[in-house]
């Protein structure tokens, strides 16, 4: 099993739609969530950080249930530019610390 | 203020050949990573240096080796390169190691 994992979709939906992404995580000890956004052959950008609260930016509001270890990001009113592929990432701090990168959602919004 | 720059962006080798891939940083960031790319296999650690004059393995550290030559530059080295080395490399670096990681724009590299 992959630490960490994601529908890779393509989601595919028109402008001005609300999608979510899920994403789950093998490792109950991670400490930290992120998610990035990776445009095609481009590197991957920050999105947002997740809290244990969850946190809000924009029309981005980014969820972590630890109970049921996954993290959840939501998308309102879709921008075309909101194209790209999102990446779930954990942390784990131990005698291996590291980031852990998901493969990857592909989102495709349409006119 | 660049961010994070890589050398070169694009690199065409012959199995066998050897070639050293550059990264600096000018955001006085402690730590620095080298991941690798590939289809349906996501980001990757390759190496990675929590602090000047530290490095470690990552995930996939085989046939690759790195120095972390000051704070701001860290350069990875194929020694022998072979095919299955063929992807996409990005550097990253980060306040530490548990802080968010900022990306270069990455470095395609064919191995014939």
């Known amino acids: 099993r992959k630490e960490v994992e994601q529908d890779p979709g393509p989601f595919n939906v028109p402008e001005g739609a609300t999608v979510a992404f899920n994403c789950t995580y093998s490792n109950s000890a991670s400490q930290s969530f992120f998610w990035y956004r990776q445009d095609c052959r481009k590197e991957p950008k920050l999105l947002m950080s997740?809290?244990?609260s969850g946190n809000e930016d924009g029309r981005f509001t980014a969820q972590l249930n630890r109970a049921s270890q996954y993290i959840s990001l939501l998308i309102r009113d879709s921008k075309l530019s909101d194209s790209a592929t999102y990446l779930c990432v954990s942390w784990f701090e131990g005698t291996a610390s590291k980031l852990t990168f998901g493969t990857g959602t592909r989102l495709q919004v349409t006119l | 203020n660049a961010g994070v720059t890589q050398t070169p962006k694009f690199q065409v080798l012959k199995t066998g050949q050897s070639m050293t891939l550059q990264c600096a940083q000018d955001m006085n960031h402690n730590s620095m990573y080298w991941y690798r790319q590939d289809p349906g296999m996501g980001l990757r650690l390759i190496y990675y240096s929590a602090s000047e004059g530290t490095t470690d393995k990552g995930e996939v550290p085989n046939g690759y080796n790195v120095s972390r030559l000051n704070k701001r530059e860290f350069s990875l080295r194929l020694e022998s390169a072979a095919p299955s080395q063929t992807s996409v490399y990005f550097c990253a670096s980060s306040v530490g190691v548990r802080n968010e990681q900022f990306f270069g724009p990455g470095t395609r590299l064919t191995v014939l």
């Open positions: 997740v809290y244990s």
